[in-house]
């Protein structure tokens, strides 16, 4: 019998300021914008398989099992303040849960060696995109 446990976590914010002047020989004098961007990413995915082997008689029995579960949430912020000013904003959300189970029998025949197996699978999926633009 073989387990195995598995998590992932990936978490991640990245910001950004950006002031453009306008430039008046070396000196800059009057701020024209300024855009900021953020973003944030947190990703977490897990899983937990089990496989068991079992040798009989007649052949070989091999069974187990595997569920495993996704989560990304991703957002992005941007904003500029000008004579223009905008602002935008993303976020996406998703999820995914999958489980697994399956069965397979080995037989050898001399020099041959067949094998016949079954795969039931589920899978459950949600997606969530929010974008939001303002002009100024």
């Known amino acids: 019998m073989a387990i195995d446990l598995d998590y992932l976590s990936h978490d991640r914010t990245d910001r950004l300021n950006n002031r453009n002047y306008k430039r008046i020989g070396d000196n800059p004098s009057e701020q024209l914008s300024e855009d900021r961007t953020n973003s944030a990413q947190d990703i977490d995915i897990s899983s937990a398989k089990i496989d068991v082997t079992r040798p009989t008689a007649f052949s070989k029995i091999d069974f187990g099992a595997k569920a495993s579960f996704t989560r990304i949430n991703s957002d992005w912020d941007y904003s500029k303040k000008a ?9 996406f959300a998703y999820r995914e ?3 697994a189970l399956y069965l397979s029998l080995t037989q050898s025949a001399g020099k041959w060696r067949l094998k016949a197996g079954i795969r039931l699978e ?5 997606g969530k995109i929010q974008v939001l633009c303002a002009n100024r």
Do not use: P, Y
């Open 83 to 91: 004579a223009h000013s905008r602002s935008d904003f993303d976020s």
């Open 97 to 99: 849960n999958t489980q």
């Open 122 to 126: 589920a899978n459950q999926t949600q």
